[in-house]
């Protein structure tokens, strides 16, 4: 398996944007769909965006689309999520997760790497 850590999570006003950054290290990372998943406080952890391995497919949570953006370096062994036109309701722990050898997925039994969350909180 893939070993991934998130960084770049924080505080922001409304509007406002921050990026994370999620570094895998272990197996082949090219060969793995990244995804960004969240959790709010008392809420059940959800889809947010996620990234095949050639960065062909690109694939978003409705309530991000337009906002956010999914990319990766595989030279590096990075995926980023860029947060624009953030919202109070986009506070959350994000959580870099990795599926491997899969095309576009978006459920969390598909992936099985997860990292350990960085907290994002937006303040209105």
């Known amino acids: 398996q893939v070993q991934l850590v998130e960084y770049g999570g924080g505080l922001a006003q409304a509007g406002g944007s921050l990026r994370l950054s999620c570094a895998a290290s272990?197996?082949?990372?090219?060969?793995?769909?990244m995804g960004w998943f969240r959790q709010a406080p008392g809420k059940e952890r959800e889809f947010v965006a996620a990234?095949?391995?050639?960065?062909?497919?690109?694939v978003y949570a409705d309530s991000v689309k337009g906002r956010f953006t999914v990319s990766r370096d595989n030279a590096k062994n990075t995926a980023d999520l860029q947060m624009n036109s953030l919202k109070p309701e986009d506070t959350a722990v994000y959580y870099c997760?990795?599926?491997?050898?899969?095309?576009?997925?978006?459920?969390?039994?598909?992936?099985?790497?997860w990292g350990q969350g960085t907290q994002v909180t937006v303040s209105p």
């Open positions: 997760a990795a599926a491997y050898n899969k095309g576009v997925v978006t459920g969390q039994a598909d992936f099985g790497s």
């Open positions: 990234i095949t391995w050639r960065g062909g497919r690109i």
């Open positions: 272990g197996r082949t990372f090219v060969t793995y769909t």
